[in-house]
């Protein structure tokens, strides 16, 4: 049985921030989207943060979709924290996944038929990826025999922080290593943000009506997920306003990336990028 809220004006304001903080999230995709398509190019925009991306969404989604809409996920949820406790996904967490992981994909897509110039996805990015999907095939052929569901998603759960914590950082690397944020776009930042705070405020709200902070506790995914892109919204503004404000809109030189071929986007060890960019710069 569904645990009640005790305020209904609590309540609203949960449902409120939640859709919000799905609107904000959701919405921040497509100013890096139409600035692709725009530009007919994703130069600038690296392409190891949009796959590590698209597998942390298809990650959240699965823990998400599976707690929110399985009752035996839900009923082991309860006997482990508490059948008092409310469930800590939301509708709007559900509906930001499904709609995360189908614009990521799009992304990606972007990725394949536009100008990209010699930029590619990494071995490290690729060898992350299969890491991730063996350790869930692993887990999953661990839960199955004592149908240890909850502990399976959770399991996704806390590889989809780790994805967040680890896919802003080619991004931020590459603004540093050039100097400047052309290509990226800020108005995701911006909007992720709002989404992030959203998130963290619904959290909280549940926490207040129901007298428990044990939400946190059951879905730190969501919290630590909302700390993490806080964390890396503040990184990229400050590259944007702060230490690159003169490159911002003056154009990222072909040179750094066009070698007039469009380079594999899986590069072979025996084509390093540096290679490539001293090539590039003396043709």
Known sequence: METSWNSDILHVTYTVFGWIAFVGWSTSFYP??????????VVGLNFNYLLLNNTKQTLYLIYNASLYF?????????????????????????????????IT?????????????NQSI?????????LVWVTAGVCFFIAFPSNSWLW????????QVLLTSIKYIPQAV?????????????????????????NFAQMVTQSIDQNSWVNFSGNLGKVLLSLVALFFDIIFMCQHYVLYPS???????????????????IKSP???????LHATENV
């Open 70 to 102: 399985n009752s035996t996920l839900q009923f082991q949820y309860h006997k482990k924290y508490g059948f008092d406790q409310m469930i800590p996904v939301a509708a709007n967490d559900v509906a930001f996944s499904v709609h995360a992981v189908l």
């Open 105 to 117: 994909t799009v992304l990606l897509f972007q990725v394949v038929i536009y100008e990209r110039g």
């Open 270 to 276: 025996n084509q390093p990028l540096a290679t490539n």
């Open 32 to 41: 890096q989207l139409f600035m692709n398509f725009s530009r007919k190019s």
């Open 152 to 159: 399976l998603v959770s399991i996704f759960n806390t590889m």
């Open 247 to 265: 490159n911002k809109t003056s154009g990222i030189p072909l040179s750094k990336f066009n070698d007039n071929v469009k380079e594999p986007l």
């Open 122 to 130: 990494s071995k490290i990015t690729m060898g992350i990826i299969t």
């Open 174 to 198: 590459m603004n540093f290593k050039l100097k400047s944020t052309n290509g990226f776009c800020i108005g995701n930042v911006f909007l992720d943000f709002i989404g992030g705070i959203s």
